[in-house]
């Protein structure tokens, strides 16, 4: 297992990688204020906001409990504590919408943007999850690190949702034998072209052609459950599972179902060898499940 829930930036997680690079970027452009989005819940923005406070930047975001289309409200996260409560600590000037589609939230970002340039800031805008070409850059550095630690593995397994993750590391591994499978967190199956136009962004920061096509992503989209950030009766089973054999903890909306994922595909067979999880972080979550589902986890 490859530990980035121990990166650092507030209590860890994947986006800790990201945000050296992202926050070294806005402090060349002289940014007082960062503004992103996500969910209520996103790991992205505690960790994003522990930077600003380190750096002296304003964080600001435009969040919403739950940016996706859904039929009957299903039993979610609570919208306080974890990482809402550690946002609060850490000052994040939030904005909560009500909820509607990703697109209304990132129209949301843009006016947050420009209300802080309105008032003579200079902002920095980084995309839902940390997910530009400079965020795939650093898991393509997560790559060459890994390489450089141990022996190839078969296969690496990762959950996946804005698609830095997955992009940096099968870029870093492409034309290797192993294997980067990413488990989506986002039941959208056109997710892939943005991971192909992450690819694009990250070829043309390092001055190459672009490398990666649809055909060089392999995503499983069926450990989602009920849909993003729905946690699943699997993800639950799985997080519980990895508690009592290693005494570690995984997430409800991504490393617990991938990690489910992982469990169904090594027992058909279908994953074999040398095989490592990314483990992505996002424990602050697991303390927002409501009453209903931590009775099943
Ligand atoms: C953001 C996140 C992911 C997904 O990473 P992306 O780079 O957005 O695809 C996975 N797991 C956790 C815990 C996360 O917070």
Same mark, same amino acid.
């Given at each position: ?14 986006? %800790? ?9 806005? @402090? ?44 009957? *409200? ?13 946002? !609060? *600590? ?9 909820? %509607? ?17 309105? &008032? ?28 450089? !630690?141990?022996?190839? =593995? ?9 698609? $830095?993750? !997955?992009?940096? @590391?099968?870029? %870093? ?9 990413? =488990?989506?967190?986002? /039941?959208?199956? #056109? ?12 070829? &043309? ?5 672009? &490398? *990666?096509?649809?055909?060089?992503? +392999? ?26 054999? #290693? ?13 489910? %994922? ?13 095989? +490592? ?6 424990? /602050? $979550?697991?303390?927002?499940?409501? #009453? ?6």
């Amino acid at each position: 297992m490859k530990r980035d829930d121990l990166t650092g930036f507030a209590l860890g997680g994947n986006k %800790g990688r990201k945000l050296e690079y992202m926050l070294a970027d806005a @402090l060349s452009q002289q940014a007082e204020v960062v503004v992103t989005c996500g969910a209520t819940q996103s790991n992205f923005i505690r960790q994003l906001a522990a930077a600003c406070a380190i750096f002296g930047l304003t964080c600001a975001a435009a969040v919403m409990e739950l940016p996706f289309e859904y039929e009957a *409200l299903p039993p979610v996260l609570s919208r306080f504590g974890g990482n809402a409560y550690l946002d !609060q *600590l850490l000052g994040v000037d939030v904005r909560v919408h009500p909820n %509607g589609t990703w697109e209304h939230l990132y129209e949301l970002t843009e006016a947050l943007a420009r209300e802080y340039e309105a &008032k003579g800031k200079r902002v920095y805008r980084i995309p839902i999850g940390g997910s530009s070409p400079l965020g795939a850059y650093a898991f393509l550095h997560a790559a060459l690190e890994l390489q450089a !630690q141990t022996e190839p =593995f078969d296969w690496i397994v990762t959950a996946s949702s804005s698609g $830095s993750t !997955q992009t940096g @590391l099968t870029y %870093g591994f492409h034309e290797t034998h192993t294997k980067v499978l990413g =488990f989506v967190s986002d /039941p959208e199956p #056109e997710i892939v072209h943005d991971f192909v136009d992450l690819a694009a962004g990250l070829s &043309k920061l390092l001055g190459e052609d672009p &490398k *990666l096509s649809a055909s060089d992503f +392999l995503i499983d989209t069926s450990f989602v459950g009920d849909g993003y950030g729905v946690p699943s009766p699997e993800g639950n089973e799985a997080i519980r599972w990895l508690a009592r054999k #290693e005494g570690l903890f995984l997430d409800p909306i991504y490393s617990g179902k991938a990690f489910s %994922g992982l469990i169904a595909k090594v027992r058909e067979g279908a994953i074999q060898g040398r095989v +490592l999880f990314w483990h992505t972080g996002g424990v /602050p $979550s697991l303390f927002t499940l409501p #009453e209903s589902l931590a009775a099943k986890v």
